[in-house]
DNA sequence: CGGCAGGGAGGCC
DNA sequence: GGCCTCCCTGCC
């Protein structure tokens, strides 16, 4: 196990938090096999212990667990109200996760109107039946296929791994991926406005599942996925963001403004806040 | 007046 | 949630 000291930082609720489903519990702590390898991570007072079924510097931990970004600037230019400040207290070791691109795709369009555990049990499904497999710890874990694999696979086959109509969307987006009608690779450096656009090309992707991947796997910290907790949030507190449109676009967009380039750390706490306490 | 873009509502997957 | 279709509205 190798270590590494951290700072304001709380493993199980930047995992628990419902943004990854990359991430899975096992054991003390938390394993990621959609890398290309198998990562273990488990945290003790500041101190990460982790293990991989390769090789991963601290450096790589850092980016996907995004330990650099300035969480006290983040949260200073986010708390805008009394509730944020609440919502940040909550967690105040929070931190937006950085998962691999297309396994992060593949996971929010198994989200779409689908609960929690069911989005972990299809998504692991998905990687026990079609996936690489890595050894750690005297323990087999599967990774997500890539999108050559899944595009392989009829609909109907993938249909009945408990995905029903979502098993269109996963086919038909991983055709396009593997076509490169749509580059995911490349979407980290353009604005978000057009890596929001880009993703919504792909079919059974729209505003939600697109604002997910550009926070959650690109890294634009702008975007600001409303889903049902946070549309609740935003009926009860913050009815300003529906003046001038109640449609998502200008919803999220009112959210951007008012929270500024971090608005996607003000969703995660707001959501994670609501979800456990309302 | 017509044509058409944009947003809300409902049904279906 | 996303897609599709229908319908209303607003605009030049």
Redesign the pocket.
């Known amino acids: 196990m190798q270590k590494l000291r951290t700072r304001d930082f709380n493993l199980s609720d930047s995992m628990e938090c419902g943004q990854t489903f990359c991430w899975q519990k096992h054991g003390e702590g938390y394993v990621n096999a959609d890398v290309g390898q198998c990562v273990y991570v488990q945290q003790k007072g500041d101190t990460l212990f982790f293990d991989s079924s390769s090789q991963l510097n601290e450096t790589s931990l850092t980016e996907m667990l995004r330990l650099s970004d300035p969480l006290d600037q983040i949260q200073g230019e986010v708390c805008k109200d009394e509730l944020m400040r609440r919502a940040i207290q909550y967690a105040p070791g929070l931190r937006v996760v950085k998962d691999p691109e297309f396994p992060c795709l593949i996971s929010f369009l198994c ?3 689908n609960n929690i555990p069911n989005i972990r049990k299809t998504c692991q499904e998905i990687r026990r039946r079609y996936g690489p497999v890595y050894r750690l710890m005297d323990t087999e874990f599967h990774g997500m296929p890539g999108p050559e694999r899944l595009a392989g696979i009829p609909p109907d086959e993938l249909r009945e791994l408990g995905l ?2 979502r098993a ?2 996963i086919a038909r987006t991983s055709m396009s991926i593997v076509r490169e009608e749509v580059m995911l690779s490349g979407l980290c450096q353009i604005p978000y406005e057009e890596a929001h656009t880009e993703l ?1 090309r ?9 604002d997910c991947v550009c926070l959650f796997a690109l890294g634009h910290l702008e975007a600001f ?5 946070i549309e609740r949030v935003i009926q009860k507190h913050y009815g300003i963001f529906t003046q001038s ?6 919803k999220s967009e009112a959210a951007r403004a008012y929270f500024g380039r971090y608005a996607g750390y003000a969703q995660e706490y707001l959501y994670y806040y609501s979800r456990n306490t309302f």
């Open positions: 989200s779409i109107r029903d109509w269109e969307f919504k792909l079919y059974g992707v729209g505003d939600k599942v697109a996925p409303i889903d049902v907790w449109g109640k449609s998502y676009a200008k």
